[in-house]
């Protein structure tokens, strides 16, 4: 039996008065100025979403354990090695951490009934726990931003999401980002496949790593997604699922393809695309760069027409991607996109205590006008030298400097500064009239 939190809780105060406590591995704190980054990129993306008419959904980091094992598969790397998974020490309840962001979407859409009305169009954005080697791009807890489209069968809503994707590069100024497409087909084609690839694999069973073969009659599909050098013979002469598909499914791909034409999309075919989940059929792809070394895929997902039946509700197609933060800020460094200006528009310069409660009001005003305004903050009684503030006011990034000093008040008045231009210029505003300088301050940042 599992310690009680009574008995458990010395030891951890213990430890913690031993040595100085740090965060988990692979779980990183994301601080200021990169968290600005992260909030620039989901202000891109709420944007976008809303063209799209996509609605945000909110999520629980926390779902029973039994979800992820009946909708991503029991053989699956996920399920099998990954998941952060525990028992509820109040009740029993097998609870994992989520690992993925569609399974427990799904799972709300059926509880909610939120079809009931008609198909849906969702997104959401959170952290996900995996128990991976940390690497780059790549952490334990990472960060996902997924679109979802439930209740609709048509290869239109397929193609959708890929061209909202492919909206997101071109709004965030990626280059180097190319998208590859695959078609799973339906279930019984996969298993006329299934058969005949496991025939084949069983040929050469001899070039099989120990991983393969532990997959050779679970999951043999995901084989086919190694990334062993030994393998890629075996694999590349390995039936392709391509030439299983029946009419229905070949039309269904040639219509996802006929959009992306008309609009221009590039694309490729690569038939040994499969994701890792089992949840997917038909249409699958990725949208991959060869900036990031071998974490080179940045968005992927695909058509699971079976997975809200799966998880008990009424059967539903749907379809979907999700994208890594994590990468996708890589991504952005890595190709020296330029980001927001984040700094303040401008620094308050306050040389004695005595002019805080007149600056403050002033530095209210100019925010409720819409301009960002940073005080400087004193320790203890002093305020600091002048010469210490411009240093801090430099410092900070501001286009200009408000100097609220003894003889500008005694007038009703502040200096204004500017910090960029490089010759330092300064005028002098009334404070009475702030509101009416704030919009003139505005329109020259």
């Known amino acids: 039996m599992s310690e009680s939190l009574k008995e458990i809780t010395p030891k951890v105060e213990k430890v913690a008065k031993a040595q100085k406590l740090v965060g988990v591995k692979g779980m990183n704190d994301i601080l200021p100025p990169d968290s600005a980054r992260w909030e620039w990129l989901e202000g891109q993306v709420r944007a976008l979403m809303a ?14 354990t039994a979800l992820f094992v009946r909708g991503l598969g029991e053989v699956t790397d996920i399920v099998e090695k990954e998941m952060y998974s525990f028992e509820d020490r ?28 008609g198909g849906k169009r969702l997104y959401y954005m959170g952290p996900m726990f995996r128990h991976e080697r940390p690497q780059r791009g790549r952490y334990r807890q990472f960060h996902q931003i997924g679109a979802e489209v439930l209740g ?36 019984a084609e996969r298993q006329a496949h299934r058969a005949a690839l496991i025939a084949h694999l069983e040929k050469h069973s001899d070039a099989l790593d120990e991983e393969a073969k532990r ?21 590349e002469s390995a039936p392709r699922l391509l030439d299983f598909l029946g009419e229905a499914s070949l039309a269904h791909f040639n219509a996802v393809k006929s959009i992306l034409d008309a609009n221009g ?47 008990g509700g009424k059967p539903a197609p749907a379809v979907g991607w999700a994208l890594g933060v994590e990468r996708v800020l890589e991504l952005i460094k890595e190709q020296g996109e330029a980001l927001p200006d984040l700094a303040p528009d401008v620094y308050a310069i306050i040389p004695e205590t005595a002019a805080l409660p007149v600056a403050m009001q002033v530095l209210q005003t100019l925010r409720a006008c819409g301009v960002s305004a940073q005080m400087h903050a004193g320790t203890g009684e002093g305020m600091g030298s002048m010469k210490s503030q411009f240093k801090k006011a430099d410092g900070s990034g501001a286009r200009f400097a408000l100097v609220f000093g003894a003889e500008e008040l005694t007038q009703g008045q502040v200096t204004v500064k500017s910090l960029r231009d490089g010759e330092g210029a300064q005028r002098r505003e009334t404070l ?6 704030a919009h003139t301050l505005q329109s020259t940042l």
């Open 265 to 311: 999309m590039a694309y490729s075919i690569n038939p040994r695309l499969v994701r890792g989940m089992d949840y997917y059929n038909l249409t699958v792809f990725e949208f991959i760069t060869t900036s990031l070394g071998s974490q080179g895929t940045i968005c992927g997902g695909g058509r699971y027409d079976y997975l809200i039946e799966q998880v």
């Open 51 to 64: 063209r799209y008419a996509y609605r945000n959904v909110r999520l629980p980091i926390v779902e029973p």
């Open 90 to 117: 109040l009740n029993g309840e097998q609870l994992t951490l989520r690992p993925e962001g569609t399974a427990g979407l799904v799972r709300s859409v059926v509880e909610h009934n939120l079809l009931y009305e």
């Open 432 to 437: 009475s009239t702030v509101a009416t300088w």
């Open 215 to 235: 997959r050779l009659h679970s999951n043999p599909l995901r084989i086919l997604d190694t990334k062993n050098p030994a393998m890629q013979s075996v694999v």
């Open 152 to 187: 609709f069968g048509g290869a239109e809503v397929d193609a959708e999401l890929i061209l909202l994707a492919n909206d997101l590069w071109k709004v965030l100024g990626l280059k180097d980002v190319r998208l590859e497409l695959n078609s799973l087909g339906q279930p």
